[in-house]
């Protein structure tokens, strides 16, 4: 269909006051302008929509009731694909990182907040980022803080929901996704990225993964400047190569070094009265943690404080509790075992 035919049915159907299919035509028109690259008409056209529902709202007027009965219908079929709404407190300064990684979350989070600056210059705006690396290194906490830091809502989103057995669901259930997204200008953000964006492999018959991968590339490239899209992976390498390519920042968060073990230590303990019993044992558990993950770590140290509580005489008072460093260096060493047995 041509833009013409579109515009020849929302003309129709308004006539006919079929609210049901005129609701269907627009939205329609609007995912055919974006994929032809008219994202500003499809956002005007998007922006009407909202307006005349929200006047409508305002007004008491009931002559688009099945209007907006149909889109509270639409609104409740993708919450059921929102594992979570949330906004965010962390920032910058709660994230322990390396410097580099820090340096280039810092410049996408400039750019959004100068995203009208570089308008002016007609600059591209960057706005789809894969965080990457092993587990428990910082990936979701470093999707809060983009939220937390810019200020928008973020959609946690269930892709278990998402993902259907029924040949096209899945490519259907994810442009309702991204065309909510882009109505709310918020951040969209996806887990465990890998089974959704996996090598399209043609030697074999994975048809519907190739057509989630290809409404993956066109949701992409038509996503508005001011919707943020993250995904995380532990997998990068089994992402499709076309995506990657379309992806503006790629961020490796890595297993901690000794300093930023440190780092997380005293972040952990800094607004505690707890203190270690002895300090040449807690540097030697900070170097035996090289090697784990920032999560494996703080949970170690987080049950040696508990179980340093649990040893407390009864009705015992201590401006600052110890923490037994034996107690955390053996739950070091057992974590590297569970951790090695699983590998």
């Known amino acids: 269909m041509s833009q013409f035919d579109f515009i020849k049915d929302i003309a129709k159907y308004g006539l006919e006051n079929d609210q049901n299919k005129l609701l269907s035509s627009l939205n329609e028109l609007i995912d055919y302008s974006k994929q032809n690259k008219k994202v500003n008409f499809a956002i005007q056209l998007q922006s009407i929509l909202k307006e005349a529902i929200r006047h409508q709202q305002t007004s008491g007027l009931t002559t688009i009731g099945s209007l907006k009965h149909q889109i509270r219908e639409q609104d409740k079929e993708v919450n059921d694909f929102i594992l979570e709404k949330l906004t965010s407190d962390y920032r910058l300064k709660d994230l322990v ?10 410049y996408f989070i400039e750019e959004h907040k100068k995203i009208n600056f570089l308008r002016e210059h ?13 587990s428990g290194c910082g990936k979701t906490l470093a999707a809060y803080v983009l939220a937390g830091e810019l200020e928008k809502l973020m959609y946690v989103i269930d892709l278990g929901s998402i993902v259907s057995s029924k040949l096209g669901e899945t490519s259907k259930n994810l442009s309702k996704i991204f065309r909510r997204a882009a109505a709310e200008s918020c951040i969209i953000f996806l887990d465990e990225f890998d089974s959704l964006g996996k090598i399209r492999d043609y030697s074999q018959d994975h048809g519907e993964m190739k057509r989630v991968v290809n409404t993956l590339l066109q949701l992409f490239d038509y996503l508005p400047q001011d919707t943020i899209l993250i995904a995380a992976t532990n997998q990068k390498d089994m992402l499709d190569d076309a995506l990657l390519r379309r992806i503006d920042l790629s ?10 073990i440190t780092e997380l230590v005293n972040k952990t303990l800094s607004n505690t009265n707890f203190a270690f019993d002895n300090k ?23 049950t040696a404080i508990k179980r340093s509580i649990f040893e407390l ?12 460093t034996d107690n955390w260096l053996d739950l070091i060493k057992s974590e590297k075992k569970v951790l090695l047995k699983n590998k």
């Open 97 to 106: 990182a390396s410097k580099n990684v820090k340096d280039e979350l810092s």
């Open 122 to 134: 007609n600059l591209p705006v960057s706005n789809k980022i894969l965080l990457h690396g092993p």
């Open 251 to 260: 961020i490796d968060l890595e297993l901690p070094n000794k300093t930023q």
């Open 280 to 302: 040449a044992n807690s540097l030697k558990c900070i170097n035996s943690s090289i090697g784990l993950s920032f999560y494996s770590i703080q949970k170690t140290l987080i």
């Open 313 to 324: 005489k009864p009705n015992a008072k201590q401006l600052h509790p110890k923490i037994k």
